[in-house]
């Protein structure tokens, strides 16, 4: 199985702020890599697929790098509907999909 | 707009049965993998499964295989979890999501989410 884990668990910013959450996977997954928004009580949404591609609808401040085992997802200037908790997926081992844990992003 | 909606929250009691649903809309549901994802209260997410609606072809999380059947009524567009016999561990959010395959995959959309809750 591939492992993904996510630093930080969580973080305090204040609106603004550039944010930036780093994912990382247990062997390399080339560019596999989705990022996800959850806002409590409501289902995820797709932010960034294929590690650097934005989805359709979302604001630009949300961007995705990285490739190979290392990624991060950035928030250039934090909203006060950015609030939430932030998972990546790989999508290189079919059909075996792995999330990360999670960020929480919260208010400071 | 491409849809996929759920089924209502359910409340069962141990050893029960249970078959919750996912009806998309706005695409064509036979040619998008569905997928099935549990989410236990205050955790994280975990993929449980996925389906071809097409012909059904279906691959298990070997964390889910025997513990769930997921299937799919391709005349109704509706894909289908179910449980033959419920555990209080069962208590989660089910969400279904839409797999979608380019030079990668990611999955979009999402269904807003069933609340199964399994109490004596």
């Known amino acids: 199985d591939i492992q993904m884990t996510q630093s930080p668990s969580s973080l305090s910013a204040s609106v603004g702020d550039r944010v930036t959450i780093t994912c990382r996977a247990s062997?390399?997954?080339?560019?596999?890599l989705n990022w996800y928004q959850q806002k409590p009580g409501k289902a995820p949404k797709l932010l960034i697929y294929?590690?650097?591609s934005l989805q359709s609808g979302v604001p630009s401040r949300f961007s995705g790098s990285g490739s190979g085992t290392d990624f991060t997802l950035t928030i250039s200037s934090l909203q006060p509907e950015d609030f939430a908790t932030y998972y990546c997926?790989?999508?290189?081992?079919?059909?075996?999909?792995?999330f990360g844990p999670g960020t929480k992003v919260d208010i400071k | 707009e491409v849809q996929l909606v759920q089924s209502g929250a359910e409340v069962k009691k141990p050893g029960e049965s249970l078959k919750i649903s996912c009806k998309g809309s706005?695409?064509?549901?036979?040619?998008?993998?569905i997928g099935w994802v549990r989410q236990m209260p205050g955790k994280g997410l975990e993929w449980m499964g996925i389906?071809?609606?097409?012909?059904?072809?279906?691959r298990y999380s070997p964390s889910f295989q025997g513990q769930v059947t997921i299937s799919a009524d391709k005349s109704i567009s509706t894909a289908y979890l179910q449980w033959s016999s419920l555990k209080a561990s069962d208590t989660a959010m089910y969400y279904c999501?839409?797999?979608?395959?380019?030079?990668?995959?990611?999955?979009?959309?999402w269904g807003q989410g069933t609340l199964v809750t399994v109490s004596s």
């Open positions: 999501a839409r797999r979608i395959v380019g030079a990668t995959s990611w999955f979009d959309p």
């Open positions: 706005g695409y064509s549901f036979t040619s998008y993998w």
């Open positions: 389906i071809y609606p097409g012909d059904s072809d279906t």
């Open positions: 062997q390399s997954i080339s560019s596999y």
């Open positions: 294929a590690a650097s």
């Open positions: 997926q790989q999508s290189y081992s079919t059909p075996w999909w792995t």
